[in-house]
């Protein structure tokens, strides 16, 4: 899944190089500069920031968050779940499998909810990359209101379904 | 500006350090330090396969599209049309939170107004299309109708607040290049 996905990324890339090529190629090689630059500066924070989600993973492992988000887990297992989607960054082929896992295991509709909208939407292992970009006061402030949001979301779906 | 050998190791210090832990893990059979880095290949693979595509179509955008059409479209004074435009520019994108940055730094620089580059990175969390479709396969229609209509309302007043909470200090930075701050 991820692979065709990275695929068809791929496609349009080549062919968006292959149209500005056609069109003019001082101004994409230009560009092709301009992109490798901003991908050479930011490449060492990247891989930081995977060497720490590695780490994390390994101490927070799948059967571990599988018994705290389970079955019965309530109240606790909501902010369990808000907590650690917080915290971490899981990519999607990942974290869907996990999550249905979950609604397998027992967890309800809100935890689940409430554990996919955290890891999409807020972050704190990638806040200091955040930060070099928005600088601390945005990036706080996104990352709260988004963590509260997740919350309400985590709340209608688990009303709804 | 070339910043020097000296620079280059220090930043990229904890990537040799990680690497050294590594090899010693495997050399010494221990069990954690190689879990460690599978986990490391998992997400690395995951980086590799969008990140250079991402980087060579923000080249591409940067020289080709014009910073009037940007402000035009979705700048200060765009309103609905300049906040779905950047919608549907994120819905079509791929890969984690992290990458939409260096998007947003671009789109800062072409003259995007606040409160649409917060929308971009809100829809960019929770509605791109590859993600929606995986979503779809493992939680069902249901779920992810649900979660979309009930995120697409939260982050546009998100959008809003961020600007007005924001205001004038509102910047977008490129860190790859070092300014006087910038230590690490």
Not at chain 1, 133 to 157: E, M, Q
Not at chain 2, 34 to 58: A, K, Q, R
Not at chain 2, 74 to 82: D, N, T, W
Request: aromatic share 14%; proline share 4%; net charge positive.
């Amino acid at each position: 899944m991820m692979l065709s996905n990275a695929l068809i990324f791929g496609v349009v890339t080549g062919l968006s190089l292959l149209v500005s090529l056609i069109f003019d190629r001082k101004k994409t090689f230009l560009g092709l500069k301009k992109g490798w630059k901003m991908l050479f500066g930011i490449l060492h924070p990247f891989l930081n920031i995977l060497i720490l989600i590695s780490i994390a993973l390994f101490f927070v492992p799948e059967s571990v968050i599988i018994t705290y988000l389970g079955e019965g887990s309530g109240l606790v297992g909501f902010a369990v779940a808000a907590a650690i989607g917080s915290i971490t960054l899981i990519p999607g082929f990942i974290s869907y499998p996990l999550a249905a896992a979950l609604l397998k295991q027992g967890a309800t509709y809100a935890v689940v909810a409430v554990f996919m909208t955290t890891l999409m939407m807020v972050g704190i292992i990638t806040l200091p990359l955040e930060i070099r970009y928005f600088g601390k006061k945005a990036a706080l402030w996104r990352n709260g209101l988004n963590l509260l949001a997740a919350i309400i979301i985590g709340i209608i779906i688990g009303w709804l379904l | 500006m070339p910043i020097g050998m000296k620079g280059h190791l220090k930043n990229y210090a904890w990537v040799l350090l990680f690497m050294l832990f590594t090899i010693g893990s495997y050399l010494l059979g221990f069990r954690p330090g190689m879990v460690i880095y599978s986990n490391f290949t998992e997400f690395f693979i995951e980086m590799i396969l969008f990140i250079p595509f991402l980087f060579i179509l923000i080249g591409l955008f940067d020289v080709w599209v014009p910073k009037e059409m940007i402000e035009r479209h979705i700048g200060k004074e765009s309103g609905i049309k300049g906040i779905f435009l950047v919608i549907l520019l994120a819905m079509l994108q791929a890969g984690p939170l992290y990458g939409a940055f260096p998007v947003a730094y671009l789109l800062h620089k072409k003259g995007a107004s606040a409160r649409n580059i917060f929308i971009y990175l809100g829809a960019f969390s929770t509605l791109k299309l590859p993600m929606l479709g995986i979503e779809m396969g493992y939680l069902g229609w249901k779920f992810t109708l649900i979660r979309t209509l009930v995120s697409l309302p939260l982050f546009i007043i998100i959008g809003y607040l961020l600007e007005w909470i924001m205001g004038e200090q509102f910047d977008v930075k490129d860190p790859s290049r070092p300014s006087k701050g910038d230590a690490a």
